[in-house]
């Protein structure tokens, strides 16, 4: 058997590169009437990167290229960007053409009822303008074809940026494999959520869980947030953001993790969840061969079944109560935490609240 050396991951542009290299083509085609095919922008720390551009209609526009990173459903999308040449001292304005977002509620980087196009993209398409025309205002219309239908997919509709995507980046650069956008979508819609005068959060793990966490507990609110496998950062977030209580609600397969003191919760980063429940179930004195079939479960699901079928469905109240010490314990004791355990169909097997 041979080693071989695993290539390094290609890395990619983010819309906020794809929408300065087309600002930059515009601002050429404006300056000198034509545009070459490649042009060369920076970002705010000096990288150069070089783009291939083309002529759409009435704008210039830049294929997005994400690398690597296969998660990002952006990838080969068409950042278009159109300039307006106006009367003014120096001034850039920007508008979200068809399929980039706008901003409606508080919290985010950019104001309400402003396009969503983030301040270091932003700083990038003036300095790529200016580069080439430095002393006229323009208005930088920037459109993605099909943006609208692609923003379903993300974050945007849950942090009230409404029409489309947002043009994001604050390197420049996608790199694959990389969780912090993620994060930071999430550490944004905590942000929003406060914004809004909200002390109080709900946390649950995907858009299943959302759903019964608003029907069992009858939340109608906007203070909902779906955490994934990253638990932890939405309670350090929400203690950063001095939230007073939060409240917990998620299937065993998800929450037995936290109960074990796990708070990423991917199947590849951690596990314990057999073991936390095993643990409850011989601490409130169960036989030792049902301790052992619950152990060599080979899903969450079987052991929840077993420990029904035996008459232990109180150990979901003691588990309850440990993954809310846990998640108090995490954000130093700086807000109360309601847990709650529920089944595939969203019924409530067990609880605690925090007094």
């Not at 083309?54 to 159109?82: A, C, P, Q, R």
Request: hydrophobic content about 40%.
């Amino acid at each position: 058997m041979c080693n071989r050396e695993r290539s390094p991951l290609r890395t990619g542009i983010t819309t906020g590169t794809c929408a300065a290299g087309a600002a930059k083509a515009y601002a050429l085609y404006l300056r000198y009437g034509s545009c070459p095919d490649y042009v060369s922008i920076k970002n705010l720390e000096g990288h150069v990167f070089t783009l291939h551009v083309f002529k759409e209609g009435d704008s210039f526009g830049v294929i997005k290229d994400s690398g690597d990173d296969v998660s990002d459903i952006t990838n080969g999308v068409k950042v278009l960007v159109h300039l307006e040449v106006l009367q003014g001292n120096h001034e850039i304005i920007f508008e979200a053409g068809n399929g980039v977002g706008t901003v409606t509620l508080p919290g985010l980087k950019v104001g309400i009822n402003e396009p969503a196009i983030n301040p270091v993209p932003r700083k990038m398409i003036e300095l790529a303008i200016r580069e080439v025309i430095p002393e006229k205002s323009f208005r930088v219309i920037i459109s993605i074809p099909n943006g609208e239908e692609l923003a379903k997919k993300t974050f945007n509709p849950r942090l009230g940026i409404i029409g489309g995507l947002s043009i994001l980046g604050t390197t420049g650069i996608v790199k694959p494999m990389n969780e912090s956008a993620l994060l930071e979508s999430l550490s944004l819609e905590l942000n929003m959520i406060r914004s809004l005068g909200f002390t109080e959060v709900y946390i649950t793990f995907a858009g299943t869980g959302e759903k019964f966490l608003r029907q069992r507990l009858r939340i109608k609110s906007r203070n909902v947030i779906q955490s994934g496998n990253y638990i932890g950062h939405v309670l350090d977030e929400a203690a950063r953001l001095e939230f007073t209580h939060a409240v917990i609600f998620g299937h065993p397969g998800k929450l037995l993790k936290v109960a074990s003191g796990n708070f990423n919760t991917h199947n590849r980063i951690a596990d314990g969840r057999l073991e936390a429940l095993c643990t409850q179930l011989a601490i409130i004195g169960v036989s030792r061969s049902m301790i052992e079939r619950v152990y060599h479960s080979n899903t969450t699901n079987e052991a929840m079944s077993i420990v029904d079928s035996e008459g232990y469905n109180e150990v979901w109240n003691v588990l309850a109560e440990i993954v809310s010490r846990k998640c108090r314990e995490r954000t130093c004791n700086s807000m109360k935490v309601d847990s709650y355990f529920a089944d595939n169909d969203g019924n409530i097997l067990g609880y605690y609240v925090d007094e």
